[in-house]
């Protein structure tokens, strides 16, 4: 039986209460390993000795050394790519083909590049005046922060784990990581590569478990966690925030979102519907950035809600390692079970099934997993709870629109503010209305078209803090203003 133990201190330690609970496949609901529930005695162990990393041989590396261990670490994940993609893949169940286009390769590159910005970001000087006309030099000064928690979620997990542990390690923090209960298994493996390139013990840490009352409260109340930076559900970054509160430390939210879609009858119409497919269905839908709410010009509307019911009937339910199947399964039963109380409310709050709507007969030996279908709506009025609510799954509400006055207050009617598309032939009418949306990030005819060196973070609940480029710096840094008298 494969079981999944904490990496402390660079070794694999269990859990000394032996408390562990079951890992299994969203796809055929099979056992895929044990894992290990970290108590307070693991969480503190871990905690520790990246505290005491800070002042070891990491803390002594220049930014150079850092930078080529960090590279190191990035060709590693390469080099492992088979193993990688087969522990996501088990873990989610989300197709081989995408996983190995999006979660494993940007899972490596985050290492890469945010070494190569945090080694080649400037620093502030200012030379002022003084009255004995001698004057003095300040200069900003960046330190590491120091024992940074990591907290992640299951939809895209080595990747963005890495999109944090990569800038912390960049700016010379030491972390630890609570990846999701859910998914625990790239985390996990991450501590062998650590070993493998040379990274001082201590320095990446791991403990699994839940959150309330386990691993995830007890790594976010320890007193020497300098900041804590958290993927997932609003709802868990306000209990985050008030663990944080505590010591005034630091924090970085992504949370959730209600993506609008925005498409413009003068839109290239299947660029909108090949952009609205990948923003609703990708990864089942558990995207933070998928487009739940999508708002159509009247006068296309029959023809775009035609054309994504044609492409939604095209999706192919099936096991990753299945090259005709692009549709994995949500990620667990529990969470299917949350989706599918939504589906029910759609009907309920008088929404008319487009296509989709329930649980597809997968046959014997897949009927076990998570699979849900592929679902849109029409016809729920803007309040319905199907509307409001993040509901994380494979579905869209499709609703017409008549002014772009109208589509705007419609975009942000929501408490979140993450992302939306606008889709447009007309640049002066994309940007006008790009800057009136009240989100974080806004794609103009394209969707999760991601340049590392640019912002990424939410408006409203959807989050606080930016990451990203060289956004993190002020997060996983503590600047020091150096002023010296001449
Ligand atoms: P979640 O909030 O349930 O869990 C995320 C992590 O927090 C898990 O590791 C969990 O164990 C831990 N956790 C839960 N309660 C905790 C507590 N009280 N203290 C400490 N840790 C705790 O989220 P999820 O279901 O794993 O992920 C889905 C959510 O993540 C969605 O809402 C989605 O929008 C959001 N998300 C946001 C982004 C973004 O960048 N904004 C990206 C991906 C996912």
């Given at each position: 039986m494969?079981?999944f133990?904490h990496?402390?201190?660079?070794h694999?330690?269990?859990?000394?209460?032996?408390?562990?609970f079951?890992?299994?496949?969203?796809?055929?609901?099979?056992?895929?390993?044990?894992?290990?529930?970290?108590?307070?005695?693991?969480?503190?162990a871990a905690?520790?000795a990246?505290h005491?990393?800070?002042?070891?041989?990491?803390?002594?590396?220049t930014?150079?050394?850092?930078?080529?261990?960090?590279n190191?670490v990035?060709?590693?994940i390469?080099?492992?790519f088979?193993?990688?993609?087969?522990?996501?893949?088990?873990d989610?169940?989300?197709p081989?083909a995408?996983?190995s286009?999006?979660?494993?390769?940007r899972?490596?590159a985050?290492?890469?590049?945010?070494a190569?910005?945090?080694?080649?970001?400037?620093?502030?000087?200012f030379?002022m005046?003084?009255?004995?006309?001698?004057?003095?030099v300040?200069?900003?000064?960046?330190?590491?922060k120091?024992?940074?928690a990591?907290?992640?979620?299951?939809?895209?997990?080595?990747l963005?784990m890495t999109w944090?542990?990569?800038?912390?390690?960049a700016?010379?923090?030491?972390v630890v990581?609570?990846?999701?209960?859910?998914?625990?298994?790239?985390?996990?493996?991450?501590?062998e590569?650590?070993?493998?390139?040379?990274v001082?013990?201590?320095?990446?840490?791991?403990v699994h478990?839940f959150?309330?009352?386990?691993?995830?409260?007890?790594?976010?109340?320890?007193?020497?966690?300098?900041?804590i930076?958290?993927?997932?559900?609003?709802?868990t970054?306000?209990?985050?925030?008030?663990?944080a509160?505590?010591?005034?430390r630091?924090?970085?939210?992504e949370?959730?979102?209600?993506?609008?879609?925005?498409?413009f009858?003068?839109?290239d119409?299947?660029k909108?519907v090949?952009?609205?497919?990948r923003?609703?269905?990708?990864?089942?839908?558990?995207?933070?950035l998928?487009t739940?709410?999508?708002?159509?010009?009247?006068s296309i509307?029959?023809k775009?809600?035609?054309?994504m019911?044609?492409?939604?009937?095209?999706?192919r339910?099936?096991?990753?390692e299945d090259?005709?199947?692009?549709f994995?399964?949500?990620?667990s039963?529990?969470?299917r079970?949350k989706?599918?109380?939504?589906?029910?409310?759609?009907?309920?709050?008088?929404?008319?099934?487009?296509?989709?709507?329930?649980?597809?007969?997968?046959?014997a030996?897949?009927n076990?997993?998570?699979?849900?279908?592929?679902t849109?709506?029409?016809?729920?009025?803007d309040d319905a709870r199907?509307?409001?609510?993040?509901i994380f799954g494979?579905c869209?509400?499709i609703?017409p629109?008549d002014?772009?006055?109208?589509v705007?207050?419609l975009?942000?009617d929501?408490?979140?503010?993450l992302a939306?598309a606008?889709?447009?032939?007309?640049?002066?009418r994309a940007?006008?209305?790009?800057?009136?949306?009240?989100?974080g990030?806004v794609?103009?005819?394209?969707?999760?078209?991601?340049?590392?060196?640019?912002?990424?973070g939410?408006?409203?609940?959807?989050?606080i803090?930016?990451?990203?480029?060289?956004?993190g710096?002020?997060?996983y840094?503590?600047?020091?203003?150096i002023?010296?008298?001449l």
């Amino acid at each position: 039986m494969k079981e999944f133990k904490h990496f402390i201190n660079g070794h694999y330690v269990a859990s000394a209460s032996g408390n562990t609970f079951e890992n299994r496949t969203p796809v055929d609901n099979s056992l895929i390993g044990l894992v290990h529930e970290a108590g307070k005695a693991e969480v503190d162990a871990a905690v520790r000795a990246a505290h005491a990393a800070l002042r070891g041989p990491w803390g002594a590396l220049t930014q150079a050394e850092r930078t080529a261990l960090l590279n190191k670490v990035a060709d590693r994940i390469n080099q492992r790519f088979d193993e990688f993609l087969d522990a996501e893949c088990r873990d989610t169940g989300k197709p081989r083909a995408m996983a190995s286009h999006i979660d494993i390769p940007r899972g490596a590159a985050n290492f890469k590049a945010f070494a190569e910005t945090v080694a080649n970001q400037p620093t502030e000087g200012f030379r002022m005046d003084t009255p004995d006309g001698r004057g003095a030099v300040n200069l900003g000064h960046r330190t590491p922060k120091g024992v940074i928690a990591v907290i992640a979620p299951w939809n895209l997990p080595l990747l963005l784990m890495t999109w944090k542990v990569g800038p912390a390690l960049a700016c010379g923090n030491t972390v630890v990581v609570k990846p999701s209960e859910e998914t625990p298994a790239t985390t996990t493996l991450l501590g062998e590569v650590m070993n493998e390139c040379g990274v001082p013990p201590g320095v990446f840490n791991v403990v699994h478990g839940f959150g309330p009352d386990s691993a995830g409260e007890f790594l976010t109340q320890h007193p020497l966690v300098n900041a804590i930076t958290f993927t997932g559900e609003t709802r868990t970054g306000e209990a985050i925030m008030r663990a944080a509160s505590v010591g005034l430390r630091n924090i970085s939210l992504e949370c959730g979102g209600k993506n609008p879609g925005i498409v413009f009858a003068d839109c290239d119409l299947e660029k909108a519907v090949e952009g609205t497919m990948r923003s609703a269905f990708v990864n089942c839908g558990q995207v933070c950035l998928a487009t739940e709410r999508v708002y159509v010009e009247r006068s296309i509307f029959p023809k775009f809600l035609a054309r994504m019911k044609e492409e939604v009937a095209k999706l192919r339910s099936g096991r990753p390692e299945d090259s005709d199947a692009n549709f994995g399964p949500l990620v667990s039963l529990e969470h299917r079970e949350k989706v599918l109380s939504y589906y029910r409310l759609a009907v309920e709050e008088g929404a008319t099934v487009e296509i989709g709507g329930g649980v597809p007969d997968m046959g014997a030996e897949l009927n076990d997993g998570a699979w849900i279908e592929p679902t849109i709506w029409t016809g729920l009025p803007d309040d319905a709870r199907v509307i409001r609510e993040e509901i994380f799954g494979p579905c869209c509400h499709i609703r017409p629109f008549d002014t772009e006055a109208e589509v705007i207050a419609l975009a942000n009617d929501t408490e979140y503010g993450l992302a939306a598309a606008i889709w447009t032939e007309n640049s002066a009418r994309a940007y006008r209305v790009a800057e009136q949306i009240e989100a974080g990030l806004v794609w103009v005819n394209s969707w999760f078209l991601r340049d590392l060196r640019t912002s990424f973070g939410g408006a409203k609940q959807s989050g606080i803090g930016r990451e990203g480029g060289i956004h993190g710096l002020e997060f996983y840094t503590e600047l020091k203003n150096i002023c010296v008298k001449l």
